[in-house]
């Protein structure tokens, strides 16, 4: 079992959206909240993580009221957590509308920055959406920016390219496979995070790395039903239990017993949105003897009972 396919899994990255630029210096865009655009573009998703692919050319990038990064081609910016953030063909230049507030169509559409003259970059833009709720804890973990310099020129040339084959074609299941694309993207992007993570680092990907933390992590994903107490636990992670406890919560920030706790509630709430299963069928893939007990743990957890949060996030009829 790998915690992070698992949890990516779980937490169900889901609904690419891209668009995309090419740019003429002097250039420059303000985006706003990806909250903001999510009723219009990606109207299902709880969380809009949005990123810039750089694929010609040169730009600088970053959060509103913060310094901006250099991108070169193949690289990757991604902005965690949907804040406000600029992009433009300089660090500090800004020109036309302070904030571009408005929704782009998808791709194959174009959106031109700048006059007419030489194109100075060309990037393609999207959003990914994932659930938050009840419990996701590699949001918690990540930084709001991330910068990745060059992307392989093979693996961005296929990515640019599939893009825009799949969005202009519109053939069957080009939604799914672009929402896939953009997931082995953000994948390749926690991975290099996960390399370069400095040491003393806390946090859910800092566990990951971790030997006993992650052993402990990896038996928990792996089997989130079985009956785990923190002395089982600390034996097939070779530590004793106070030291499986106080490692744990320093680096993922809660005790393991409350962990698995949530995490059961999350796969829960994946297995209710994406099966047919009974609710009392889904409580005991996750741990709890009765359906009375699994939908009280549930609904303190969410505030909504299991049969509400299925309903709640039912697909509206086409």
């Not at 210096?25 to 573009?41: D, M, Q, T, Y």
Request: glycine residues 8%; aromatic residues 8%.
């Amino acid at each position: 079992m790998d915690p992070l396919s698992d949890l990516l899994r779980v937490v169900r990255l889901d609904s690419a959206f891209f668009f995309a630029v090419e740019a003429t210096e002097p250039w420059s865009v303000e985006a706003v909240a990806a909250r903001e655009l999510s009723p219009r573009i990606l109207p299902h998703a709880e969380h809009l993580i949005s990123y810039h692919i750089l694929t010609e050319g040169r730009c600088f990038g970053g959060l509103v009221g913060q310094e901006q990064v250099e991108l070169a081609p193949g690289d990757v910016i991604v902005f965690c957590h949907g804040d406000p953030h600029v992009m433009s063909s300089g660090r500090g230049v800004r020109i036309g509308p302070d904030v571009n507030s408005a929704a782009p169509d998808r791709y194959p559409h174009t959106v031109m920055l700048g006059s007419v003259g030489p194109r100075g970059a060309t990037f393609v833009c999207g959003y990914l959406g994932c659930d938050r709720r009840p419990f996701n804890p590699l949001l918690s973990a990540l930084p709001h920016q991330i910068h990745v310099r060059g992307m392989s020129s093979a693996w961005l040339g296929s990515f640019a390219r599939q893009v825009t084959e799949e969005s202009r074609l519109n053939r069957a299941g080009a939604d799914t496979v672009l929402t896939r694309m953009a997931e082995l993207m953000f994948i390749e992007v926690l991975r290099r995070h996960l390399d370069e993570l400095p040491p003393g680092q806390t946090g859910w990907l800092a566990g990951l790395r971790d030997e006993v933390v992650g052993r402990v992590l990896t038996l928990l994903h792996g089997q989130p039903r079985h009956p785990w107490t923190l002395a089982e636990l600390a034996h097939e992670a070779a530590s004793s239990r106070s030291s499986l406890a106080k490692r744990f919560t320093d680096l993922v920030g809660q005790p393991p017993m409350q962990y698995l706790t949530q995490w059961r509630m999350q796969v829960a709430a994946n297995l209710l949105v994406q099966t047919a299963a009974k609710v009392a069928t889904i409580g005991a893939d996750v741990g709890y003897d009765s359906e009375a007990a699994f939908s009280r743990a549930f609904k303190k957890a969410t505030g909504l009972a299991p049969g509400a949060w299925r309903e709640a996030r039912r697909p509206a009829p086409s």
